[in-house]
């Protein structure tokens, strides 16, 4: 009669199999971003404007009110950055402002991916005549500058919602990224996974969206992000060159309205156009981080470099 077989131990140090598989896609993402120097300042930096932005308002209330009475006053204990022409608190209106900044640009990202993954996937799998009509459609949106796109639409509409406008811009700026699937699905549709679904018969909708699509998520996310950064240049360019109606609260109306009224000029209000910017400047840094680092994180090619 043999023994019992000795139990199976790991390596000192080693994690339980068990407890390594465990272990969520996306806590292993968080653990690779905060390992990396520049991904952790990014992660940082974009959760910070994430929750000045959002909670902000919250605590010092959405209506920033003005005593024109103490217009440009400079920067006090009471008022950080100080007072602008219509004697509002500074510091209250880029808090308040950066609200609609974030709101317009996943909007615009998620309009814009969704159209880009759904086109270019059905371009890419089907091909034929489908694939050429999406491909001159694509070249004539793109032979026209976004900004003079925008521009014509903001003739012709009153871009007065944010909402509005972020599905606007969502929607002219799907074109490159939508080129950029279509090549990913190319080359996908060509593997042994879609071979067999097809063999399978399960149907293209499930084998586009089922098989496909999943595997090129980290490539979406990716290309998300970037489209965030995108969507905010847009619209803070919009407003700053009066392109949309200065109403509400939000940085590209600051920066517009400081240059109009000569804050540059004023010492004492300089913060009202360098704050905007440095908050715009800060948010376009943390996510070129945190895009650079999820592509050498994500990409099997960069990380064995």
Same mark, same amino acid.
């Given at each position: ?149 925008? %521009? @014509?639409?903001? =003739?012709? $509409? ?5 909402? &509005? /406008? !972020? ?5 002219? #700026? ?52 970037? %489209? @965030?950064?995108? =969507?905010? $240049? ?5 407003? &700053? /060159? !009066? ?5 509400? #609260? ?56």
């Amino acid at each position: 009669m043999t023994g019992a077989p000795p139990p199976v131990t790991s390596a000192p140090g080693a994690p339980a199999p068990e407890r390594a598989a465990a272990v969520s896609p996306l806590r292993r993402l968080l653990s690779e971003l905060t390992r990396s120097r520049s991904g952790f300042v990014g992660l940082c930096l974009v959760v910070a404007i994430l929750l000045v932005s959002l909670l902000g308002p919250l605590v010092l209330g959405s209506q920033v009110v003005g005593d024109p009475m103490r217009a440009w006053e400079a920067p006090s204990g009471s008022h950080w950055l100080g007072l602008e022409g219509g004697g509002k608190d500074i510091l209250h209106l880029l808090v308040t402002g950066g609200t609609t900044v974030l709101m317009v640009g996943f909007l615009a990202a998620t309009i814009t991916t969704v159209i880009a993954v759904a086109i270019g996937s059905l371009a890419g799998y089907f091909g034929g005549r489908f694939d050429a009509l999406m491909l001159q459609l694509t070249d004539v949106v793109m032979t026209v500058p976004q900004i003079v796109l925008l %521009a @014509v639409v903001g =003739a012709f $509409y009153k871009l007065d919602s944010p909402m &509005l /406008l !972020g599905v606007i811009i969502g929607i002219l #700026s799907w074109p490159v990224l939508m080129r950029s699937i279509r090549a990913q699905v190319l080359s996908l549709k060509e593997r042994e996974f879609v071979e067999a679904a097809q063999l399978l018969d399960v149907g293209w909708v499930r084998i586009v969206f089922g098989e496909i699509v999943p595997n090129m998520a980290s490539y979406i996310l990716i290309n998300f992000i970037i %489209a @965030v950064t995108n =969507a905010i $240049y847009a619209m803070v360019g919009l407003y &700053l /060159l !009066g392109l949309a109606p200065q109403k509400g #609260s939000n940085w590209g109306i600051m920066i517009n309205d400081a240059w109009t009224k000569g804050a540059m000029f004023n010492p004492d209000a300089m913060a009202y156009i360098i704050a905007p910017v440095t908050m715009i400047v800060l948010l376009q840094l943390g996510l070129i981080l945190l895009t650079r680092t999820l592509e050498e994180i994500l990409n099997p090619r960069l990380r064995d470099r």
